[in-house]
């Protein structure tokens, strides 16, 4: 009676937190929890007065420990976005999947061909179980009941999406107004960046994502109203080598509509939110970086939706906040409240 649990799919840039693909041997009993994991962070001047930040403490008894700054951040484990434990007996699995993420979570468990003489949810032929756990909570995946008086054995795999399934993408924008854009109204801003660009924007998670250049440290906005439901505060670095794939910086947030925006690369140590927040549109969530795959400082900003097991970019439109006009994104626009 042995699970594997796969959380997600195809692992794309710069969309860590998206789907993520992994998969891992547990036991019936296993249990992992969502919320919040921490690593310590260390910043010191080295014996050259030069400024180190790092992930481990310094090594040299030359560095006066009391001059070491440590600060507690938090990063994001996708692994952990659902997890599964038995509530019934060895002999007549109840299988639970747990979820303790802000957002709810399609979890589909599949059962492999070698999996016999049981009923799963009182049915010998289901192969497959589709259900949506809400945020927080746990539900009831399958009931496994042995039949026939013979051995049995099941064997089945997990996949896991953040967000509760939607059809489809009605058009542009699904709350039918644009998003404002994530920056003060004072400022304005290029797309570096647009729809199907051809450095980083053709999977199917950044598709529709834009790129907007800006120094590092500006305060960036939130573009809708949400919950927070992941983020990421532990990179220092970035650059366009393989190894800053996965080590972004960033906030996302679930709207009221069921669509999800992502603020990435994002400066580290300047996320203002937390997982579990509330947020109102145009409320500060941090600063923008040059974090992870980045060629430069700029806000990569996407906003995706599930549409039944697999997460994907939509396009959507900005909203001048002067003026109201709808604004569709394009590489080399200036977005700026007023000219």
Not at 72 to 80: A, G, K, N
Not at 187 to 216: C, L, W, Y
Request: aromatic share 10%; with cysteine; glycine share 8%.
């Amino acid at each position: 009676m042995v699970g594997e649990i796969k959380i997600g799919g195809d692992l794309m840039r710069l969309q860590k937190l998206s789907r993520v693909s992994m998969s891992m041997t547990l036991s019936l009993s296993f249990l992992c929890s969502f919320s919040g994991y921490t690593k310590d962070f260390y910043k010191y001047q080295d014996e050259n007065g030069q400024w180190v930040f790092s992930d481990t403490p310094p090594l040299s008894e030359s560095i006066d420990p009391e001059k070491v700054e440590t600060k507690v951040l938090e990063f994001f484990e996708p692994s952990r976005l659902i997890a599964i434990k038995n509530n019934g007996p060895s002999d007549s699995p109840r299988l639970v999947a747990i979820n303790d993420s802000y957002a709810p979570v399609e979890v589909r468990m599949t059962f492999s061909s070698d999996t016999r003489n049981v009923l799963i949810n009182g049915d010998a032929r289901t192969r497959e179980v589709t259900e949506v756990v809400p945020a927080r909570s746990e539900k009831l995946m399958a009931k496994i009941e042995p039949y026939k008086g013979k051995s049995w054995r099941y064997r089945y795999q997990v996949e896991a999406i953040m967000g509760a399934p939607v059809k489809s993408a009605a058009g542009l924008n699904l709350g039918q107004t644009g998003y404002r854009y994530p920056f003060e109204d004072d400022k304005a801003f290029i797309i570096s960046q647009g729809f199907n660009g051809r450095f980083s924007h053709q999977s199917p998670t950044s598709r529709h994502a834009v790129d907007i250049s800006m120094p590092e440290g500006t305060p960036i906005l939130a573009a809708r109203s949400g919950t927070v439901v992941a983020r990421e505060d532990y990179f220092f670095r970035g650059g366009i080598r393989e190894e800053f794939y996965e080590r972004s910086n960033f906030v996302k947030i679930l709207h009221d509509d069921g669509s999800m925006a992502d603020y990435v690369h994002l400066e580290l140590d300047s996320i203002v939110v937390t997982s579990g927040q509330r947020v109102e549109e145009g409320d500060l969530l941090g600063r923008s970086g040059s974090t992870g795959y980045s060629s430069g400082p700029h806000l990569h900003f996407v906003i995706s939706q599930n549409q039944g097991m697999k997460l994907l970019s939509i396009p959507f439109t900005f909203r001048n906040p002067a003026t109201g006009e709808e604004i569709v994104p394009r590489q080399g626009l200036r977005l700026a409240s007023r000219n």
